[in-house]
């Protein structure tokens, strides 16, 4: 489904991605992991156009996506929800949600989808009315997941899901991120918190300063010791398996 093949992004003269490769196949949940500042925000927001590669070639269903512009890409149905969530304070949540489908026609879908993300958030459906910017961290994240949902992605980016949340809303997170993986979604998950994101993903890319050093299937990568070391702490156990 999408290939990220040799590619190199520079923020002027500074490299921030040498030469990645990776791929995600339909259907997977496929993990990045990494250190702040490894290039796993730089990767994300390379695939959805907002920053563009020195080298290399991204394709995605065949179609060479290197140099289309955001706005394409998501017509594609590459869907980027971003670290820091990105939800429009001044819009109620109803509003917000609806904006991700606004490249959408078909309105009886997407009420159906907009039913769905309430019975997949029901404290979402409790604030409907309620500005984006009174919610709480993690009803944002539900929010922006949610969003994501309404514009019926083939592809779904997720940058940090769980940064800054209280360990029950994390889990609650990882639930809907299974859920909407059994329903077809094929899911690019960029998470600094190793130990879910392994738990919860069928392969895996470990990044380091810009440089793809470890590739695998999930399991393989919890049983890594460099990866335990470096990654997983004491703690590799933890997370929710799919």
Same mark, same amino acid.
């Given at each position: ?36 500042? /490894?290039? +796993?925000?730089?990767? $994300?927001?390379?695939? %959805?156009?907002? *920053?563009? &590669? ?5 394709? =995605? ?90 514009? /019926?992605? +083939?592809?779904?980016? $997720?940058?940090?899901? %769980?940064?800054? *949340?209280? &360990? ?5 997170? =990882? ?68």
């Amino acid at each position: 489904m999408l290939s990220f093949d040799s590619v190199s992004v520079h923020y002027g003269v500074i490299p921030a991605l040498t030469g990645v490769c990776l791929q995600v196949k339909p259907g997977e949940v496929v993990a990045l992991i990494g250190a702040n500042g /490894a290039g +796993k925000t730089t990767t $994300l927001k390379t695939i %959805s156009g907002l *920053l563009r &590669p020195s080298h290399g070639s991204i394709m =995605f269903d065949s179609q060479d996506i290197t140099k289309l512009s955001a706005d394409k890409i998501v017509k594609l149905g590459i869907i980027h929800v971003p670290e820091g969530r990105g939800v429009f304070p001044n819009l109620t949540v109803k509003e917000n949600l609806m904006l991700g489908a606004y490249v959408r026609k078909d309105k009886a879908i997407i009420a159906r989808d907009l039913e769905n993300v309430f019975t997949k958030f029901p404290r979402l459906h409790e604030r409907k009315e309620q500005y984006g910017g009174t919610l709480s961290g993690g009803e944002q994240q539900m929010l922006a997941i949610g969003r994501s949902i309404m514009a /019926a992605p +083939k592809l779904l980016l $997720l940058d940090e899901p %769980s940064m800054g *949340l209280a &360990p029950l809303v994390v889990k609650e997170i =990882f639930r809907t991120i299974r859920e909407i993986k059994k329903s077809g979604t094929t899911i690019l998950l960029v998470e600094q918190n190793a130990n879910m994101a392994l738990a919860n993903a069928d392969r895996a890319y470990v990044i380091e300063t810009g440089k793809i050093v470890i590739e695998g299937t999930a399991s393989d990568l919890r049983a890594n010791p460099e990866v335990q070391q470096a990654y997983l702490g004491s703690h590799k156990k933890e997370g929710i398996a799919l």
